[in-house]
């Protein structure tokens, strides 16, 4: 069964940068691919970004540009990113982990591993 852990959330400036860790355990399978989302209070989970079966990059319109999102494979860990961020970023961030159809890479029902989820904080 596959775990995974998220690190590396916190509390941020407006326009500072900070970069999330998803480590990943257990058997994955070929094409196995890894996501973010974050869901502030009150809201829906959101999707942020991923990488499709290791290969493809894809990013929600409200990130694109600031956050980028790698892949270790060495390490089993996935990153990622934040630069430029906004006080809307404010949410919890969780990692995914599945073999999602590219019609369903950004949205929750295409992953079926997920971490705890880590708090981050953009506030001056």
């Known amino acids: 069964q596959v775990q995974l852990e998220e690190s590396g959330g916190g509390l941020v400036q407006p326009g500072g940068s900070l970069r999330l860790s998803c480590t990943i355990s257990?058997?994955?399978?070929?094409?196995?691919?890894l996501a973010w989302f974050r869901q502030a209070p009150g809201t829906e989970r959101e999707f942020v970004g991923a990488?499709?079966?290791?290969?493809?990059?894809y990013y929600s319109d409200s990130v694109k540009g600031r956050f980028t999102i790698s892949r270790d494979n060495a390490k089993n860990t996935v990153y990622l990113q934040m630069n430029g961020l906004k006080p809307e970023d404010t949410a919890v961030y969780f990692c995914?982990?599945?073999?999602?159809?590219?019609?369903?890479?950004?949205?929750?029902?295409?992953?079926?591993?997920w971490g705890q989820g880590t708090q981050v904080t953009v506030s001056s």
């Open positions: 257990g058997p994955t399978e070929s094409g196995y691919s």
């Open positions: 990488i499709f079966r290791k290969t493809r990059s």
């Open positions: 995914a982990g599945g073999v999602p159809i590219l019609s369903t890479v950004d949205t929750p029902r295409g992953y079926r591993s």
